[in-house]
């Protein structure tokens, strides 16, 4: 059975930092390539951050030098580090892992599973 449970969401101001976590089970944890997504009301999911086995990274042009995608392959969690958080960050941020060896992308093809999702609201 496979699971990805998100957390660490929560309501903040303008500027303020939040850590996003995704514990996940059933799968080479490792060997997985991993994504954070979001999706704002209103508007399509969009790829935030990803990461490949090997710690390669990609990231969307709107979080660059603010978020960080990190992996965890010992306690096999994925993180999100989201500092000086604007508003239009708002969204619900989910966890996704793709496949054995996959390369970091935004591609929804490229994931197979999904978490349910965790809540960010940045007011200002």
């Known amino acids: 059975q496979v699971t990805l449970v998100e957390s660490g969401g929560g309501s903040v101001q303008v500027g303020a930092s939040l850590t996003l976590s995704c514990v996940t089970s059933?799968?080479?944890?490792?060997?997985?390539?991993m994504a954070w997504f979001r999706q704002a009301p209103g508007k399509e999911r969009e790829g935030v951050a990803s990461?490949?086995?090997?710690?390669?990274?990609i990231y969307a042009d709107s979080v660059k030098g603010r978020f960080t995608i990190d992996r965890d392959n010992a306690k096999k969690i994925l993180t999100l580090q989201m500092n000086n958080l604007q508003s239009n960050d708002t969204a619900i941020y989910s966890c996704a892992a793709g496949y054995p060896y996959g390369i970091a992308t935004f591609s929804p093809k490229g994931f197979r599973w999904w978490g349910q999702g965790t809540q960010v609201t940045v007011s200002s």
């Open positions: 990461i490949d086995h090997e710690g390669e990274t």
């Open positions: 059933g799968i080479r944890y490792d060997t997985y390539s």
